[in-house]
């Protein structure tokens, strides 16, 4: 079965065209910048990618480029588009509504509206890569996979904001998480590679990118997350804050005479990295700024580590103790100085880092010490295969369901 994963961005849109059954990467590219006279469209595998500026006034016309390049040219990727049989959608907020990966109908549709409140960026351009497959892949099955389905097993003491309860009641404030995809994947994979039954295992997932996020995976069970109402909560990131002292959003507004808006986007696009460094969002530059000496970008750097650090610490005590920690996507899986400064110090807690083993670039790969009583993992995130695959899944077993 052929899946076509989109993960579309306010001004993106990403794509993977998947054999499930034979676990094939067949087709993947990226339309950036959509909407804009710099627009451009990244197409190929490996080798064989090409860049080519084209326009695209919206996430419609970036959905026709899209599908003209699967079946264009002599490294086209399936002969009709009609072999395509069925499309995956990333959604990061599903709110309360949906604790599973479903089939997209008109209802499934309003309620991820409904819920761009929570993820305006995020879900408004979900709905316009879903609308953009409807009209160009009419009667195909798609099926929304959500960032956020993993964690609806955090229980009430961990989603849970102590502030009214009435503001729960009208307005839905809560803990939802994101990159719930991602940590579902490498947990998965995580017992694999220790060769452990998922529900046997205490582990602290960590997705360190641009974006960032911890959770707590309790035989299994997703017990806490770091990322909150929004994806602004928790760790610091490449551009966002995490977290702060509330109060420090009015006293800022206040003093910098700023709108809601304004202050929402200091939080979410000026800080981090970028607002403490004064260098990049990217961790790449920082580091190589306080290699030569730049105070603020040394001052980032430690900033980044501790505030990791301090959630490993967290997730130990929510969960009694751990057996490995998983460290995943840019920063997580190629910055050895970022783990190094990590697993600094925690060896008391049972976690040692093998410097040597730190060192060595690969892929699935213990990273500890032969006698550390917690092991250190790297697995690469592959986010558009579970789509993927729960896409699949579902689809197949509607099949099955309405066969005479």
């Given at each position: 079965m ?5 993960n ?12 499930v059954?034979?676990?094939?990467l ?11 006279a710099?627009a ?9 990618e090409v860049v080519?500026d ?17 079946v ?29 990966s ?12 409904e ?7 995020h ?6 890569g ?29 989603y849970?904001?102590?502030?009214p ?10 803990k ?12 998965e ?14 582990l ?25 109402l ?8 490449g ?6 002292d509330?109060?420090?959003?009015p006293?800022?507004?206040e003093?910098e005479?700023?709108?809601a ?9 000026q ?19 306080s ?5 603020r970008a ?13 959630y ?21 899986e ?8 990590i ?16 060192r ?8 500890s ?7 250190i993992i ?27």
């Amino acid at each position: 079965m052929k899946i076509l994963v989109i993960n579309a961005g306010s001004s993106s849109l990403k794509y993977q065209l998947i054999n499930v059954e034979t676990h094939t990467l067949m087709a993947k590219g990226i339309c950036e910048r959509v909407g804009s006279a710099e627009a451009f469209h990244k197409h190929g595998l490996d080798d064989n990618e090409v860049v080519i500026d084209a326009k695209m006034a919206d996430h419609d016309d970036a959905m026709a480029l899209v599908l003209e390049s699967l079946v264009s040219g002599q490294d086209a990727a399936i002969a009709s588009l009609s072999e395509i049989d069925a499309v995956g959608h990333r959604i990061v907020q599903g709110g309360k509504y949906f604790d599973r990966s479903v089939l997209i109908d008109d209802d499934v549709i309003a309620k991820i509206d409904e819920l761009a409140e929570l993820a305006p960026l995020h879900n408004g351009a979900a709905l316009m890569g879903i609308h953009a497959c409807m009209k160009h892949m009419p009667g195909i099955p798609m099926v929304a996979v959500f960032d956020t389905s993993f964690f609806q097993t955090i229980p009430p003491k961990a989603y849970m904001y102590p502030l009214p309860y009435e503001l729960y009641e009208k307005h839905a404030i809560r803990k939802y998480g994101a990159h719930g995809t991602s940590h579902r994947y490498i947990s998965e994979r995580a017992a694999v590679v220790l060769d452990e039954p998922l529900e046997d295992l205490k582990l602290i997932t960590l997705h360190l990118g641009n974006g960032c996020s911890a959770s707590a995976i309790d035989h299994g069970v997703a017990v806490d997350t770091s990322m909150g109402l929004t994806p602004l909560d928790g760790l610091m990131m490449g551009t966002r804050c995490g977290a702060i002292d509330p109060a420090i959003v009015p006293f800022v507004m206040e003093h910098e005479n700023l709108t809601a808006e304004e202050m929402n986007n200091l939080m979410n696009k000026q800080s981090g990295l970028l607002g403490i460094s004064g260098v990049s969002n990217d961790l790449r530059s920082v580091r190589t700024a306080s290699e030569e000496g730049n105070e603020r970008a040394m001052l980032a750097y430690d900033m980044f580590s501790n505030s990791v650090k301090k959630y490993i610490g967290q997730y130990i005590a929510v969960m009694g103790g751990v057996d490995a920690i998983v460290l995943t996507a840019g920063v997580g899986e190629n910055c050895d100085k970022m783990r190094r400064m990590i697993f600094s110090g925690l060896q008391p807690l049972g976690i040692v880092l093998d410097e040597e083993k730190n060192r060595h670039r690969g892929f699935e790969r213990i990273i500890s010490t032969d006698d550390s009583a917690v092991q250190i993992i790297i697995i690469p995130t592959n986010e558009e295969y579970m789509i993927a695959r729960d896409t699949y899944e579902i689809v197949h077993d509607q099949m099955v369901g309405i066969q005479p």
